[in-house]
């Protein structure tokens, strides 16, 4: 699985967008972009994933650079309860691919 | 409600002693697995197992053994605990990660081993 870089920190006002980048540089053709969020020390929480469209659910949207070379999680009106460790993941499909491989994610804080 | 529920939710135990983290999930799931998180090194999969008889290794599975008799259930096994094995667990399960859908997590098991 292709590696990932995320800033460790990053701050959010409530209420405002959360902008929470990361590098992927060496994915390939066939891997998905996953991004889930660990709220203290509960269990990991699947945010939203995609190949290489832009993606938007009930929680979030998510940017996939051209290239796929990075991408951009979007919060796009962030709350207290939103502060967590969000974990950005590229993985393969097949084999034991199907394995998750966390980084050390990025930890948002939000603020009033 | 769908879910992944661990039990139990928190033990202490003694070195050399067997226990059962116990997994159950109500999905229907094919995919489960089981991560343990420590400070510093994030979470790390222990085993994972595909569908039912059918399981494998992951990147920690030394002190750890699991069974996968039912769908429904995984439990992760210490047949002698040693205090390295202490650590925060988690349970994991998907309908089909070689689709792309995503994993649903339990709360976790807070292990002690003294």
């Known amino acids: 699985d292709a590696k990932t870089t995320q800033p460790p920190s990053m701050d959010c006002a409530e209420g405002r967008a959360a902008n929470l980048p990361c590098n992927h540089s060496?994915?390939?053709?066939?891997?998905?972009v996953y991004w889930y969020r660990q709220i203290h020390s509960q269990g990991p929480q699947y945010i939203i994933h995609?190949?290489?469209n832009n993606e938007t659910n009930e929680m979030a949207s998510l940017i996939i650079t051209e290239d796929r070379k990075s991408s951009t999680l979007i919060l796009p009106h962030a709350t207290l309860r939103d502060t967590a460790v969000y974990y950005c993941?590229?993985?393969?499909?097949?084999?034991?691919?199907?394995?998750?491989?966390f980084g050390t994610g990025t930890r948002l804080q939000v603020t009033l | 409600e769908a879910q992944v529920t661990q039990n139990p939710r928190y033990l202490i135990t003694v070195t050399g002693k067997k226990l059962t983290v116990t997994c159950s999930q109500n999905?229907?799931?094919?995919?489960m697995s089981w991560y343990r998180q420590d400070p510093g090194l994030g979470l790390r999969q222990i085993y994972y197992?595909?569908?039912?008889?059918?399981?494998d290794k992951g990147d920690v599975p030394e002190g750890y053994k699991v069974s996968r008799k039912e769908k429904r259930n995984f439990p992760l096994i210490l047949e002698s605990p040693s205090p390295n094995q202490t650590s925060l667990y988690f349970c994991?399960?998907?309908?089909?990660?070689?689709?792309?859908?995503?994993?649903?997590f339990g709360s976790g098991t807070r292990l002690t081993v003294v």
């Open positions: 994991a399960s998907s309908l089909s990660p070689d689709r792309g859908r995503g994993y649903t």
């Open positions: 060496t994915i390939s053709g066939n891997e998905y």
């Open positions: 995609g190949l290489k």
């Open positions: 993941i590229v993985r393969g499909l097949t084999g034991t691919a199907s394995k998750l491989t």
């Open positions: 999905m229907n799931h094919e995919y």
């Open positions: 197992s595909m569908n039912v008889e059918v399981t």
